[in-house]
C-alpha cells in the first residue's frame, strides 16, 4: 500500500485524514503531493511576471527535514519550466543518504467541475526524469491514478514538457479568448454579431466552439499569472518576439475591461458621477465565489473612478471579499490570508446587497459581469420600471436576449 501526504496551501492532509501535523504525515508518506501557491512576485527580479517559489522552497526544505525514507516529490502547483531542477538541488543537498525522485503533475482541474474533472479528467499528465530511477517513479505514480482513470489517458513525458504543458494550456485558453474579445471589437465597429461570428468559426472542427464566448474579459487565478510566467520565461532565454506575442494576449485582456468601462461612461452621457450603477456578478464564472482577478474588479474601479455610486450582487461572494478586492494591490489575492494586508476600510461608493432587484432599483445602467444562470431569467420588465430612466444594460457576459430588452425599453 503506498501511503500519499499532500501538503496544501491552507492544510495537509495524508490518505483519508485531514491534518496540521505536516511533519509527521510527510515523514510517513511515500508520495508528497506539492500544491502550495506560486504567485507572482511583487518586488525585485521579475516583478510583475516571474512566480514566486518562495511556499514551494520553504516545503522542499521542510520534506529534506523530516524524511527518513526515499520518496516521491510531485509538483502540482503550476510551476515555471527547471522549478523541478532547483528543488532537486535542495533535496539532494539535504538528503543525508534518501533518494528524492522529483515529478511534475500538473493540475488541470476548472473551477465549477473540479470533481467531475478529477474523476474524468481529459488527460492526466506525468513528467519525470528520463533516468531508471525516474521512470520507475513515474510507474508509482501512474499506478494510483490507473484505480481510475483509463491508462490511454495517462501521458507520461520528460519533467520539462510537463511543467511547460501547463503554462502553454492555460496560455492557449486565454489567447482564444482575447482572440474572439478582438473580434468583438471589430464586429462593434462593423455592425456585425459577434456570437454569430464565433458560432460560425466554432463550427470549423479544426478551431472548435469552446471558449469562444465574447465577454467583458477572463479572470481566475490561472490565465493572466501563467502567461506572464511564460512571457518571463522567455524573456529570460533571449525569446522577446515570443514573449511580445503572448503579452499581447494580456494588453487585449485589459484592452477589453477598459473598453467596456469606457463604453459605459460614453453611452451615459459621457459620465457616471453620482449615479448609481449595479453591477450583477462579481465572481470571475460561475458556479464558484472566486473573484481572483476577476474582470468585475477593473470594471468596477475604472467606474468608482468616474465617481459612479455602485450596488453589487453575487450570489456567492460577500460584501467582505469584494471590499477586499477592490482595495487589495494587485497580486496580493495570490498570497495565504494571513500573508495578505488586514481588511481595509470600507468603500462608501461600493454598496453591496443581496438581491438582484435591490441592486438595481433606482439605477441609472446595470452591468452584467459574471455569467450566472439567474441572470438570464430575472424579471427585466420589473428591474426597468423600477431604474432611472432612460435605463442602460451593459452585458459583458452576452446572457440577455437583447431583443427583448429593447423592446422593454
Not at 467582505?320 to 498570497?335: G, N, P
Request: aromatic share 8%; net charge neutral.
Amino acid at each position: 500500500m503506498v501511503k500519499i501526504c499532500c501538503i496544501g496551501a491552507g492544510y495537509r492532509y495524508s490518505s483519508d485524514t485531514l491534518s496540521t501535523d505536516v511533519e509527521k504525515h510527510v515523514s510517513e508518506a511515500d508520495i508528497v503531493f506539492v500544491s502550495v501557491n506560486t504567485p507572482t512576485k511583487t518586488q525585485g527580479l521579475g516583478a510583475g511576471k516571474a512566480a514566486d517559489l518562495t511556499y514551494w522552497e520553504s516545503a522542499a526544505r521542510m520534506i529534506a527535514d523530516v524524511s527518513k525514507s526515499n520518496k516521491i516529490v510531485v509538483e502540482k502547483s503550476t510551476v515555471p519550466v527547471k522549478t523541478a531542477e532547483a528543488i532537486e538541488k535542495i533535496l539532494n543537498h539535504n538528503s543525508k543518504g534518501i533518494d528524492f525522485q522529483i515529478l511534475s503533475n500538473p493540475e488541470f482541474l476548472a473551477e465549477g467541475t473540479a470533481i467531475q474533472d478529477l474523476f474524468n479528467p481529459d488527460r492526466v499528465l506525468i513528467g519525470g526524469r528520463e533516468t531508471p530511477e525516474g521512470q520507475k517513479a513515474i510507474e508509482a505514480l501512474r499506478d494510483v491514478y490507473a484505480h481510475w482513470v483509463p491508462v490511454d489517458r495517462i501521458i507520461c513525458t520528460n519533467l520539462w514538457s510537463a511543467e511547460l504543458s501547463k503554462l502553454a494550456a492555460n496560455a492557449f485558453l486565454a489567447q482564444r479568448i482575447s482572440s474572439v474579445n478582438a473580434m468583438s471589437a471589430l464586429c462593434e465597429a462593423t455592425g456585425a454579431d459577434v456570437s454569430q461570428v464565433s458560432h460560425a468559426v466554432g463550427k470549423d472542427t479544426r478551431i472548435g466552439p469552446k471558449f469562444l464566448n465574447a465577454s467583458v474579459g477572463f479572470g481566475g487565478s490561472c490565465f493572466q499569472k501563467d502567461i506572464l510566467n511564460l512571457v518571463y520565461i522567455c524573456e529570460c532565454n533571449g525569446l522577446p518576439e515570443v514573449a511580445n506575442y503572448w503579452k499581447q494576449v494580456i494588453k487585449i485582456n485589459d484592452y477589453q475591461k477598459t473598453r467596456f468601462v469606457n463604453r459605459i461612461v460614453s453611452s451615459m452621457f459621457n459620465t457616471v458621477s453620482g449615479k448609481k450603477i449595479a453591477i450583477l456578478g462579481f465572481a470571475f464564472k460561475k458556479d464558484t465565489g472566486d473573484t481572483r482577478e476577476t474582470p468585475a474588479i477593473d470594471v468596477c474601479k475604472g467606474l468608482l473612478g468616474d465617481k459612479a455610486l455602485l450596488s453589487i450582487y453575487d450570489p456567492q461572494v460577500n460584501e467582505e471579499q469584494i471590499q477586499r478586492d477592490l482595495a487589495m494591490k494587485k497580486f496580493d489575492w495570490d498570497h495565504p490570508v494571513h500573508l495578505q494586508p488586514m481588511s481595509p476600510t470600507s468603500i462608501k461608493q461600493v454598496n453591496v446587497v443581496w438581491d438582484a432587484y435591490a441592486a438595481t432599483k433606482d439605477a441609472h445602467g446595470v452591468c452584467i459581469l459574471t455569467e450566472w444562470d439567474e441572470f438570464k431569467t430575472l424579471d427585466y420588465q420589473r428591474i426597468y420600471d423600477n431604474m432611472r430612466k432612460p435605463a442602460f444594460v451593459f452585458d459583458g457576459r452576452n446572457v440577455v436576449d437583447e431583443a427583448k430588452l429593447r423592446a422593454i425599453g
